[in-house]
């Protein structure tokens, strides 16, 4: 079943703001205000991005309905370390209940234990699709036997993934050039791409490079967390992130915002 994206769409372009790295990392990427998911639920509506990307636990406390809401069904720490597995923790139906209009999950191939991930997310993308909610895979090459997870084919991989299991939008690293993404766009077929923000970037002029590359391989925008909440002014960094991916602009354009 085909289902609708164009709820997190404005200009058929999107800005996702990801708040689900509590447990994945830890409070160690917090400051002193992104600690308190308030701030950053406050931050996605006073900037107006296309979604706000949650865990469950998060939603349930702190989402206030403004923006549309992705939260992520399954999840893991970081403390074990190994082969990573991440496992389902929320229902697609508990999902829509606390408010989402769409569902993510992370996938790991390469991993030992990607086929546990893979079948799950096949389950995940029929029950969303029944209920009419897109499904949105974070997709991140990882273990052993993957040696760089942001070269052309290991990135171009893990799109056509996100496309063969079923996802309607793919979240993937990028490749370090425009040249380079633009085939993981086309290996993503119709599954609509967004770059992963990952670790804030040294300045903001370089994460915005970045973006201008993701754009420039017609994706469909980015999945930003960290390179906006741990900016010294994280409206200025939404605005500027939404100057290029919304509205086309230059990266000096954008810097002048």
Not at 10 to 26: C, F, I, Q, R
Not at 135 to 143: D, E, L
Request: some cysteine.
């Amino acid at each position: 079943m085909v289902v609708s994206f164009e709820k997190f769409l404005t200009k058929g372009k999107s800005v996702l703001l990801a708040y689900d790295h509590g447990l994945e990392h830890g409070p160690t990427d917090f400051n002193e205000q992104s600690v308190d998911p308030s701030f950053v639920v406050e931050l996605a509506s006073k900037v107006g991005v296309n979604a706000l990307a949650l865990q469950k636990g998060v939603a349930e406390k702190y989402y206030d309905g403004k923006i549309p809401l992705v939260i992520k069904v399954n999840g893991k720490t970081n403390i074990l370390g190994g082969e990573p597995l991440s496992r389902q923790i929320c229902s697609v139906d508990e999902a829509i209940s606390l408010g989402a209009s769409a569902v993510g999950y992370t996938i790991y191939p390469g991993s030992v234990h990607e086929s546990i991930m893979l079948q799950e997310f096949g389950q995940i993308v029929e029950e969303a699709h029944e209920r009419g909610v897109p499904a949105i895979a974070w997709v991140y090459p990882r273990g052993a036997a993957v040696k760089n997870d942001t070269s052309k084919e290991m990135v171009a991989y893990a799109a056509r993934v996100g496309l063969e299991a079923g996802a309607d939008a793919v979240k993937i690293k990028y490749t370090g050039d425009a040249e380079s993404f633009s085939w993981a766009v086309k290996a993503a077929g119709k599954a609509r791409v967004f770059m992963s923000g990952g670790p804030k970037a040294p300045t903001d002029e370089d994460f915005l490079r970045q973006l201008r590359g993701v754009m420039d391989a017609k994706a469909t925008g980015v999945a930003v967390g960290r390179n906006v909440w741990q900016n010294e002014d994280p409206i200025r960094m939404a605005k500027r992130v939404k100057a290029i991916v919304i509205d086309d602009k230059s990266v000096e354009e954008a810097l002048t915002l």
